[in-house]
């Protein structure tokens, strides 16, 4: 296939679940066993523009067979953070100086660059994350978008200056918003390039400089995302990529040259920053954070079961539950138990596990053995109050013995204050609750620490307002079969935590997160 027919490849998101996507698997075909066969190489941090090699060295595992590595990566020595955050310093008076047009320029020639090396990249997040083909496509396609939107958004807004009412004639006002200064950027396994992107591009769009730190299983994906941001002409200094775990993480918050931190991923650690980095200083600084959830769909008596079905089925299952919007529980009404169970139980029996190179796997394996031991424990957990409808086992056996690939596990009648209800898993497990009133049920699906996202299948719109009016959480859909509480796309849908699922009130993808990488100032000025 060509340049020009690659281009007129129909674009995956995770919405258009009809199309032919024929052309893209062709595509992917050719391109993954070409990414495969570079896996095992030495990858760098990029510090200053500069590969460093500063630290020891570790092995990420390709979850889909965990006897090859994906590379050598180097988890970054306390020198490595510091010269990689005097770096971003250094960078960073130029950087705020350049002009906004310039930063949407060389921000779009990313996102032109990334159009370019998409299948390549795809194919790098399906062998380290071990995504289906179009979870790992569609991810990309996500983070070209996101690159975009946030480009045209400062562009709308004028670079955020506005001229404001003069008191009197000679008085003129200006209200600008600045950059803070060095944004540390940490993000998780499960979209490491959409979230990298998403967090470092509208830090770097604001004005801020960087330093991105992967998830430890990320690294891959995190050096494509730094080499592309180099070849669109980010100068030295402005975006610099290290490696490491959690510990790295806590060294670079701890860095007195952070400015302020965008971070996605875990609760607990979401909130240990904003604990420790947004408070313990001599000021406040700024903390965004996404931090997962538990999220419901509710299925009313009126609903259309089988778009139920095929939204739950993608919502709780899809990447192999490991997303903060995956539907992890649903409430159903009494009247649709029968139907709706039935149906998703054979689903989940139908879905295809295995080797995501495989055109048509939907779930791949678990990202590590911690996820695996979370399985096994809620499994040991919903045995014990005799829940498991289906699922609940580790597969074993040919391509099976190269990695955890979980079953689909659905979990029913388990007492209402039952932990599995409560608990964020990460995993392919989905909890069944009754009821019969909904004002009721959404009571008992807001009570909850996290406030994610929410759906609900009805042809009521009573039941469709009180949803509307009542579920506290950031993102709801209704009657959706592309996903129950999955797939926000960039400008579509914002992703705002509510609760204990973010720090801000404003969400990624939506209008108003780039402006939370800046800070205000007023400007006025006798002429
Ligand atoms: C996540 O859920 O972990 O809405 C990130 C979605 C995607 C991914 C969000 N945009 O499902």
Redesign the pocket.
């Known amino acids: 296939m060509n340049g020009d027919a690659v281009s007129r490849l129909p674009r995956v998101t ?1 919405s258009n679940l009809y199309e032919d996507f024929s052309g893209v698997n062709t595509v992917l075909d050719r391109v993954i066993p070409e990414v495969k066969g570079r896996l095992g190489r030495e990858h760098a941090n990029l510090i200053d523009g500069k590969d460093n090699r500063g630290g020891e060295t570790y092995l990420a595992p390709c979850p889909v067979d965990r006897s090859k590595s994906l590379g050598t990566f180097f988890k970054a020595s306390s020198t490595a953070v510091e010269l990689a955050v005097e770096a971003a310093k250094r960078a960073y008076p130029n950087w705020r100086q350049i002009g906004w047009q310039k930063r949407v320029e060389i921000a779009e020639r990313a996102a032109a660059l990334l159009e370019i090396q998409k299948f390549e990249v795809a194919a790098a997040c399906l062998l380290e994350v071990g995504k289906s083909r179009m979870e790992a496509i569609g ?1 990309v396609e ?1 983070a070209i978008d996101i690159i975009r939107f946030y480009s045209s958004e400062l562009a709308l807004n004028g670079g955020f200056a506005r001229a404001m009412k003069r008191a009197q004639e000679r008085e003129e006002t200006i209200d600008v918003l600045r950059p803070y200064g060095v944004f540390a950027v940490i993000a ?1 396994f ?2 490491p390039v ?2 990298s992107i998403g967090m470092s591009i509208c830090a770097l769009l604001a004005g801020n400089t960087v330093v991105f730190k992967p998830s430890p299983m990320g690294g891959m994906t995190g050096r494509l995302i730094a080499n592309c941001f180099m070849e669109a002409g980010f100068p030295e200094g402005v975006f610099n990529l290290i490696n490491g775990d959690n510990e790295t993480g806590a060294a670079l918050v701890a860095h007195p040259g952070i400015d302020g931190v965008a971070f ?1 991923g875990s609760h607990a650690v979401g909130m240990s920053i904003m604990r420790g980095f947004g408070t313990s200083g001599a000021h406040a600084k700024p903390v965004l954070a ?1 931090m997962g ?1 538990k999220n419901p769909t509710y299925v009313g008596a009126s609903a259309n079961i089988d778009i139920a079905i095929s939204g739950m089925l993608r ?1 709780a299952f899809g990447l192999q539950g ?5 539907g992890s529980v649903v409430f159903l009404h009494e009247s649709v138990k029968v139907e709706f169970m039935e149906k998703i139980e054979a689903a989940a029996r139908a879905l295809k596990i295995g080797d995501p190179y495989v055109q048509d796997v939907f779930m791949g394996p678990l990202i590590n053995e911690s996820a695996r031991d979370r399985f096994l424990r809620a499994v040991e957990q919903a045995k014990a109050a005799d829940g498991i409808v289906c699922g609940g086992a580790l597969l074993t056996g040919s391509v099976y013995d190269n990695g955890y690939f979980a079953q689909p596990t659905i979990v029913a009648n388990l007492p209402d204050d039952h932990i599995l209800h409560r608990n964020e898993l990460f995993l392919p497990f989905l909890t069944v609750r009754i009821f019969t009133d909904l004002g009721d049920a959404i009571a008992r699906g807001n009570a909850v620490p996290y406030g ?2 929410a759906g609900i299948y009805t042809e009521d719109p009573d039941e469709l307002e009180l949803f509307l009016d009542t579920v506290e959480a950031g ?1 709801l859909y209704a009657n959706r079969a592309s ?1 129950a ?5 960039p400008g579509i ?1 914002t ?1 705002c935590g509510w609760k204990g699922s973010g720090t801000g009130s404003k969400g990624g ?1 939506g209008s108003w997160y780039l402006p939370q990488f800046l800070r205000e100032q007023s400007r006025t000025i006798m002429r």
């Open positions: 995770y991810e996500e998780p499960n979209f959409a979230l996605t996404e959830g919502s490991q997303k903060c919007s995956a994610l996202t993102v996903g509480t999955t797939g926000a796309w849908q992703f993808l």
